[in-house]
């Protein structure tokens, strides 16, 4: 597990950078930066897992990185902290817990979506649980992270309806919620979204 995180000065800056990441590369700002890591605006409709490679060249330099975070700032803007390859350790592990998943809306219920490619006039081919693909515009597309999506099944969703589509099965309803987070992100397991939306509403 990572214990210094937070060891380094973080300097906020506004630079434009250019972020490659599964061969895509996408036009991206720079909003922090420290010695082992930063902080990246412009990557909110990608699909993100804890420990994904990416590589971000800015201001002449190129360097890898991978991600650890996501957070949002004072506007709500959806921000993807990073921490360069070279400063982790051969002891830390990673794993696939999504950190960040894309939505659209489907009868006024978000619905989980996988972009596959960025095209240059601004839309995105996604994918549905399904597995139909088109291209979106990708300001249609809503962000979430895992305590925010757990958050909303437990406001107001239609969380049977959504189990059908994703093609759930029978599901007991006070499982529902937890069925359909795990369809999303994985293992709900040692994750903290549970425990603070339950937090939020005590």
């Known amino acids: 597990m990572l214990t210094n995180r937070r060891k380094f ?13 599964d061969g895509a590369q996408l036009e991206c700002s720079l909003v922090d930066q420290s010695i082992n890591g930063g902080k990246i605006a412009g990557l909110d409709f990608l699909v993100i897992p804890a420990g994904k490679t990416l590589t971000v060249k800015q201001d002449g330099e190129e360097f890898k990185a991978v991600i650890r975070g996501v957070t949002r700032d004072e506007r709500q803007k959806m921000l993807i902290g ?11 592990e990673s794993d696939d817990a999504m950190l960040l998943n894309c939505y659209i809306r489907h009868d006024g219920n978000l619905m989980v979506c996988i972009p596959l490619s960025v095209e240059s006039d601004g839309r995105v081919t996604i ?4 597995g139909m693909q088109f291209p979106i515009n990708f300001t249609a597309l809503e962000t979430m992270n895992r305590t925010e999506r757990y958050k909303s099944l437990m406001s107001g969703s239609d969380l049977k309806m959504i189990a059908e589509l994703y093609g759930l099965g029978t599901v007991p309803m006070a499982a529902l919620a937890d069925k359909i987070f795990e369809f999303e992100f994985g293992h709900l397991e040692n994750c903290t979204a549970k425990q603070s939306c339950a937090l939020d509403n005590n």
């Open 82 to 92: 990073i921490q360069r390859s070279e400063t982790i350790r051969d002891d830390e």
């Open 127 to 130: 994918q549905l649980w399904d």
């Open 9 to 21: 000065h973080r300097i906020p800056v506004d630079e434009k950078c250019i972020v490659t990441i």
